[in-house]
């Protein structure tokens, strides 16, 4: 098992950038998926990007080219760099793992608020 903490969420205005860390408790280096979703006030979870062991990444389409997903596996650590932030980017923020046997994990998430 692993246990994910977020952290580096807050408030901010439009325009303004936050990053989001997601630590792990042990190695990441054999974790294939790790992600972040997002969940709105009254909306459900959605998907906000992805990163595979090999480097591989995907964005839902609101944030490409504002956001960038990236894991170092020497702090065992993910991250989520959020540029241009809108208010329709606020929401809490979830990060996920995904382990053998389709098991996947969750952190207890972190608040992301960006005003006008």
């Known amino acids: 098992q692993v246990q994910l903490v977020e952290s580096g969420g807050g408030s901010v205005q439009a325009g303004g950038p936050l990053r989001l860390s997601c630590a792990a408790s042990?190695?990441?280096?054999?974790?294939?998926?790790m992600g972040w979703y997002r969940q709105a006030p009254g909306k459900q979870r959605d998907l906000v990007a992805a990163?595979?062991?090999?480097?591989?990444?995907t964005y839902v389409d609101s944030v490409k080219g504002r956001f960038t997903i990236s894991r170092d596996s020497a702090k065992n650590t993910m991250y989520l760099q959020m540029n241009s932030l809108e208010p329709e980017d606020t929401a809490d923020y979830y990060c996920?793992?995904?382990?053998?046997?389709?098991?996947?994990?969750w952190g207890q998430g972190t608040q992301v608020t960006v005003s006008s």
């Open positions: 990163i595979t062991s090999r480097g591989t990444t």
């Open positions: 042990r190695s990441i280096f054999t974790i294939n998926t």
């Open positions: 996920y793992a995904d382990l053998p046997y389709l098991l996947r994990t």
